[in-house]
């Protein structure tokens, strides 16, 4: 007997609404609307990268590797359909769609069944006319991502289906319809195998009926990681990355040779009171071939233990032979206290976010985990971090955060003084009071403790490129991409690394790709917009402003660009230059006018303005200050005597700004 493969799959379902009552009033009309769905259908699926299965009367049955990809292509088919439909004299008419993420089987001759056709079938007989609904499974892989809205429409008994489904409408922003990216074509060259120790813990699903609770499955999937991590034999690919596919849908095949690896982790966490239930299992990603998998039923104070045992038999499973000091690692309680260990968990996680509101939030939950449990290291090692970067995402005074930021760290180390991490934390910091020589010895400890951090390779070469030392910079940011092969932060730390080299055309190269993998990153704009103005290719600059402006117009108030363009248009370069300078002055709330003020008033001339200005940056200690000795836009300034006073204020000192250009 023939085993079944089961495989899983979004299945779309679509139907013409009315085609019953349609065939028997013009049989004529009925056969030319079903082939107008059969022509929209293979149109839409195929752009999406979906298979259509089949025809089945008026309907059509689909399958895809990506919910993404099949809830596009579903509401896309959808509007084709009614559009071609007006166009063509039939009327309004209009399909139902339903969609479904689930388990299929593929037939010898390539048709299709299982649970996940049979529930993708219901869904669209539930459906309104007009309609694209989809079931909790999609709407669970989707509902972060802020071009699709969802409108629950509460559990259905559906035929066949043994529990009631959630059952969602979605439709999409009107600004994500952008036109289909085309499809990259295959690389004719060979690319070069992964090394077989080498892995990526995907994000973990949370399958807690709280939502809310994802903050727990993401510490889990960051705490393996970081156990991972800390084995010098295995190459560990970073949070930043593993997080941009959470809720993806793509095969394990392609997750995997896009982050330069051989091995997949991936599972699921389910939290309800004080029990626990996690799934795990390592996928050879070449093969499909489970190498390890387990499930774990547990009382919530044995969350560590999981996770060891998660980690260990993951290393035993790629045969990664462990020193007695990394065993020992391994095996280490970082607290008791459950209840500080979920506040240490969502601290982490609004650690992750990257904005004033919260950081400030990670301060708290880091907080509350110390008061729980004040020989709590890695919570200590959090509130480092966290002051470490605040002062580049508020205006909180470097002095405070570093006083802060630097009582945390000597409180953590003091607890563990093997935590790498730490020392990271304590070079940004010493960075950011222009210590250089602290820092530069701070990140060297932090790599040679955490061999696997990316972001201490990354903020070691942002201090590089600072210092001028651009080779030795690009080193460091190239491992730290190795480790981190999409974080975009890591991308543009390259691309500035260039572009203060005046290496202008390769950092422009950076930030395209950087916005191919994601449009709206606006830094990625903002740092080609700086490096087509240093070619005076101002239109191209200010194309970019447009994007930031749309994307945050707290950054470039749209009323700006217009004076901006208007400049331009009348007195070219200066009249550019003279608008950004009197447009940030009349707007005192404007974001970054600290910094491109100084910038405007050295590219006019106007040399005694920039220096009051920059002597504004230097008295509040601001972390960004340090740009100036290396931005390319500052270099009508450097043969005036002041420059050297600037390099001394910021700890460089006359004869100790090595590499930075005076051109």
Not at 334 to 361: D, I, W
Not at 629 to 656: H, M, N, Q, S
Request: aromatic fraction near 8%; charge should be negative.
């Amino acid at each position: 007997m023939t085993q079944r493969t089961y495989r899983l799959a979004a299945v779309c379902f679509a139907d013409i609404a009315g085609y019953t009552e349609l065939s028997a009033r013009n049989e004529g009309e009925a056969v030319a609307v079903v082939e107008l769905l059969q022509e929209v259908a293979l149109r839409a699926v195929g752009e999406r990268g979906g298979r259509v299965v089949k025809f089945i009367g008026d309907a059509v049955l689909a399958e895809f590797t990506s919910t993404d990809d099949a809830v596009r292509s579903a509401i896309e088919m959808r509007d084709r359909f009614a559009a071609e439909a007006r166009t063509r004299g039939f009327g309004t008419r209009d399909v139902r769609v339903g969609v479904h993420l689930g388990d299929i089987v593929t037939a010898a001759d390539g048709d299709v069944y299982g649970d996940g056709i049979n529930v993708a079938a219901r869904i669209q007989g539930a459906a309104e006319p007009g309609h694209v609904w989809v079931s909790e499974d999609v709407w669970r892989q989707l509902r972060q991502r802020p071009e699709f809205q969802f409108e629950s429409r509460g559990e259905h008994a559906l035929k066949g289906v043994a529990t009631p489904v959630g059952l969602y409408g979605v439709r999409l922003e009107p600004s994500a319809r952008a036109a289909v990216p085309p499809r990259p074509a295959a690389k004719a060259e060979a690319k070069t195998a992964p090394h077989k120790q080498s892995v990526a813990v995907l994000p973990f699903a949370n399958m807690s009926a709280n939502a809310e609770n994802e903050y727990f499955s993401d510490g889990v999937t960051e705490e393996i990681l970081t156990l991972l991590a800390r084995i010098e034999g295995l190459k560990v690919i970073s949070r930043t990355s593993i997080m941009r596919y959470k809720g993806a849908d793509k095969p394990m095949r392609q997750i995997a040779e896009e982050l330069g690896v051989a091995s997949i982790v991936e599972g699921s966490v389910r939290q309800a009171g004080q029990r626990v239930r996690i799934t795990a299992q390592l996928i050879d990603a070449a093969t499909d071939e489970h190498l390890w998998a387990d499930r774990y039923d547990r009382d919530l104070e044995d969350i560590f233990a999981i996770q060891t045992d998660v980690a260990e038999r993951i290393v035993e499973a790629l045969r990664v032979r462990l020193t007695p000091k990394e065993q020992a690692r391994l095996v280490e309680r970082p607290t008791e206290n459950v209840e500080a260990y979920q506040s240490y968990l969502k601290g982490r996680h609004f650690l992750s976010r990257r904005t004033e509101a919260t950081l400030r939030q990670a301060i708290e939950w880091f907080r509350k985990a110390v008061a729980a449990d004040p020989g709590f290291a890695q919570a200590w090692a959090g509130l480092a971090d966290t002051f470490a970067v605040l002062p580049s995402y508020s205006p909180m005074p470097v002095p405070e955060a570093c006083a802060e930021g630097r009582s945390a760290a000597e409180r953590a180390l003091a607890l563990d003084p093997a935590l790498g991490e730490v020392h990271a934390a304590l070079g940004f910091l010493a960075q950011n009071e222009s210590n250089w020589e602290e820092a530069e010895r701070e990140f060297r400890c932090a790599l040679e403790l955490a061999p696997g951090y990316a972001t201490a390779y990354h903020w070691y070469g942002n201090f590089l490129s600072s210092r001028g030392r651009t080779e030795e910079a690009l080193a460091a940011l190239r491992r730290a991409l190795e480790l981190d092969p999409v974080s975009l932060p890591v991308h543009m730390a390259v691309g500035v690394a260039l572009h203060f080299d005046r290496r202008f055309d390769e950092a422009i190269d950076v930030c395209r790709k950087a916005i191919e993998m994601d449009p709206g990153y606006t830094n990625a704009h903002q740092n080609l917009a700086n490096s087509y103005l240093c070619q005076g290719r101002y239109e191209e600059a200010l194309t970019e402003w447009e994007i930031i402006s749309e994307l945050n117009p707290a950054r470039f108030p749209p009323e700006l660009l217009s004076e901006i363009r208007a400049g331009h248009a009348s007195d070219g370069e200066r009249g550019f230059w003279e608008a950004v300078l009197e447009g940030l002055r009349s707007r005192p709330k404007a974001l970054g006018r600290a910094y491109d003020m100084p910038q405007a008033c050295a590219q006019l001339g106007r040399i005694d303005e920039a220096f009051a200005l920059i002597d504004v940056l230097l008295v509040e200690r601001s972390a960004i200050a340090i740009q100036v000795p290396r931005d390319p836009l500052f270099d009508p300034i450097r043969t005036d005597p002041r420059y050297e006073k600037v390099l001394e204020r910021l700890g460089l000192g006359a004869d100790g700004s090595r590499g930075i250009s005076r051109r």
